[in-house]
């Protein structure tokens, strides 16, 4: 069964820290999808990243990185210069097809990330 | 696009009411689902439809029901709300493009409380 770790319940940082987020995820499946969401305050959830489980390139969107290992099940989220609008709840997620799985993401239960001024 | 839309926003019932989540996309997706967001259980699934006609089971589906007699639409149904179901629900949907699966979109949720 498929299921996705997310150790840190929450962090706190002063803004401009940098800030990684962990995901550790556990599948049978050959081929599959991870997630990563962002949910701020107002409480709407913001898709951030796809990576499929056949390219392990890791990816850049300014301020964020994202580090996909297959060696350790890990999908580790990473903001540069954390600044206050980055303070939200974070969800990783993980979404298989095989073994008659039905690709509806299972998500972690998220870190919540606060940064102070 | 009005992409995935809920009704209602907030919603408050006693125990023992029944009701009915609305859950509405217009981006033919063939998949949508049910989660339900509780304090530090992060999102759980209740129910789930890979396409018209087709719902199954999810992590958590005692005392709710779904049908999908539509592509548009995946209403979500209270038998006989209880306290335990105090939660924020969210619907979701998705596609498949060129056999890869790609993100869910999300309604903005439905803030429900049973007393």
């Known amino acids: 069964a498929q299921k996705v770790t997310q150790a840190q319940t929450e962090i706190s940082v002063v803004e401009k820290e940098d800030v990684t987020l962990d995901c550790v995820y556990e599948?049978?499946?050959?081929?599959?999808?991870l997630f990563w969401y962002k949910q701020p305050p107002s409480g709407e959830l913001v898709f951030l990243i796809r990576r499929n489980s056949f390219d392990e390139q890791n990816e850049i969107s300014g301020r964020y990185s994202w580090n996909f290992q297959k060696s350790t099940s890990s999908f580790n989220f990473t903001i540069t210069a954390s600044q206050v609008v980055d303070s939200a709840v974070y969800f990783c997620a993980l979404s298989e097809g095989g073994w008659g799985g039905s690709y509806i993401p299972t998500f972690g239960r998220g870190t919540s990330l606060i940064v102070h001024p | 696009n009005a992409g995935v839309t809920q009704t209602p926003k907030f919603q408050v019932l006693k125990t023992g009411q029944s009701m009915t989540l609305q859950c509405a996309q217009d981006?033919?997706?063939?998949?949508m689902s049910w989660y339900r967001q509780d304090p530090g259980m992060g999102l759980r699934l209740i129910h789930y439809s890979v396409g018209a006609g087709i719902t199954d089971q999810g992590e958590v589906p005692n005392g709710y029901n779904v049908s999908r007699s539509t592509t548009e639409d995946f209403p979500l149904r209270l038998l006989s709300a209880a306290p335990s179901q105090t939660s924020v629900y969210f619907c979701a949907s998705s596609t498949r493009l060129a056999g890869i699966y790609n993100e869910q979109f999300f309604g903005p949720g439905t803030r429900l409380t049973v007393l």
């Open positions: 599948t049978r499946d050959t081929t599959y999808y």
């Open positions: 981006m033919n997706h063939e998949y």
